[in-house]
């Protein structure tokens, strides 16, 4: 059983669960992806802000005759209900946003990100104030996990520019963390065990040049229903 209670929140996400792809090891990963990185369509208040990304904000499922009110409900929400780019602050925020942006939600998830408290006092406390943007100064606050969700397994990430960004099946890893640790990924494309999630953290600090040069820690992942449950 895990205690959420061991870890720090890093804050609410909207995520799309994708098809595998074609790189990846078909033999150890199954047919749909959830991830917190970029392998995955995630909301970003990009999507309202700049008109570059209005097809992307289509494909999300932000009907067109939204994008209008999307772009003011961002200027609005920034740094009120989601920072940049992609963090949303509470669940009721992010539940709010789909309730009035998003009514095709099939295959959309409500991911709640935790960062392990033995992580943040190895890696995140020391920071300096310059490298604390969006997701350290979340981390900084250490707020609890909402309850209510559901623990899908953990996933190892990295974070740059403001953001959760890659996963440690962006560099097709799970074929050597199979062959070195035992470590198969489970029905939703995570590892399922704390202690395998750090070991191929810690592997990768071993050498950073495993995964893109990139410091990565590893996140439990929480989903929650898109909608508030009164039972």
Known sequence: MIDLNNFYSGGYY??????????????LLPETII?????????????GWMPDYRQEALDFGIPEDKLDELDQWCSA???????????????????????????????????????????????????PETERLTTEKRIQQHLPLAPGGAVLGFEVLSVCTNEIYCSWLCYGLEQEMNTLFGIVPNQYGLINHYEEAKKVSEWIDEDWMRAGADHYDFWVVVSYPLVESHS
């Open 77 to 127: 929400a920034y740094e009120v209900e989601i920072g940049f780019p992609l963090l949303f602050y509470t669940l009721e925020g992010a539940r709010r946003f789909v309730q009035r942006f998003l009514p095709d939600t099939e295959n959309l998830y409500l991911l709640g990100a935790g960062l392990p408290q033995e992580r943040e006092e190895k890696y995140w406390r020391d920071l």
């Open 14 to 27: 909207l995520v799309r669960g994708v098809q595998r792809q074609d790189w990846m090891k078909t033999n």
């Open 35 to 47: 991830s917190l990185s970029h392998l995955c369509p995630r909301y970003s208040i990009l999507l």
